[in-house]
């Protein structure tokens, strides 16, 4: 079964607003959340990531925020820009074992003008 | 800067056909993995090896296998192709934990079987 679940598939969102996307999990040995962003032919890269021990992390214009109680993070981009289209994927990682990520099936985001 | 690369960025092959993907990394990771992408299904772990020689299986191992002779190449090997395995192949390496959970992705190989 899907260990991270990721919502919404895709995201129309116009240009200068805020793009939220949310994921939630149910493994408490999670301990390590971060966000992939995906242009068109190229591979996943990392764009922010965040731990449990904080509620919130910010990079630029992208905002991780945590709600350990609830299991649940988000990402928030600001002022989203044509530049940020591109498919985002949340993703979790263990506190044990090999260096796994568990992925969320991903989200299509299209900033328009 | 790390880099990941994978042999072809398009495959075609047939049905029951025995086909290689091939994964270099060039940042000495001890951890590699396969994935495969499909739309809606976001990416899903097929096999991951975290030594040379060491694989362990993902969530989708069944008609792949994978071998890792060194530790910087890792290949991703379809038995006999089927046409469910039309995906795009992405190929990671990683450093041990105690260093990053940072994983680095190749650009993938969309493979596409007739």
């Known amino acids: 079964q899907q260990q991270v679940k990721q919502s919404p598939q895709s995201l129309i969102v116009q240009k200068g607003g805020i793009s939220i996307i949310n994921c939630a999990y149910e493994?408490?040995?999670?301990?390590?959340f971060p966000w992939y962003q995906q242009f068109p032919g190229k591979g996943p890269a990392l764009l922010i990531a965040i731990r449990p021990d904080v509620s919130e992390k910010k990079e630029g214009r992208f905002t991780i925020s945590f709600n350990k109680s609830a299991k649940q993070f988000s990402l928030h981009i600001m002022d989203s820009q044509p530049g940020d289209s591109a498919t985002y994927f949340c993703a979790a990682g263990m506190i044990w074992g090999a260096n796994n990520l568990f992925f969320g099936t991903g989200t299509r985001l299209t900033i328009i003008p | 800067d790390v880099k990941v690369t994978q042999s072809s960025r398009y495959l075609v092959k047939r049905t029951g056909e025995k086909v290689f993907l091939e994964c270099v990394q060039d940042m000495d990771h001890e951890n590699m993995f396969w994935y495969r992408q499909d739309p809606g299904l976001g990416l899903r772990l097929i096999y991951f090896s975290y030594d040379v020689k060491m694989k362990e299986k993902g969530d989708i191992p069944e008609g792949y296998s994978v071998s890792r002779e060194k530790k910087e190449r890792f290949s991703l090997i379809l038995e006999s192709a089927s046409t469910n395995q039309t995906s795009m192949y992405l190929c990671?390496?990683?450093?041990?934990?105690?260093?990053?959970?940072?994983?680095?992705f190749g650009p993938g190989t969309r493979l596409t079987v007739l």
């Open positions: 990671a390496s990683s450093p041990p934990r105690e260093e990053s959970n940072e994983q680095f």
């Open positions: 493994n408490t040995a999670f301990d390590y």
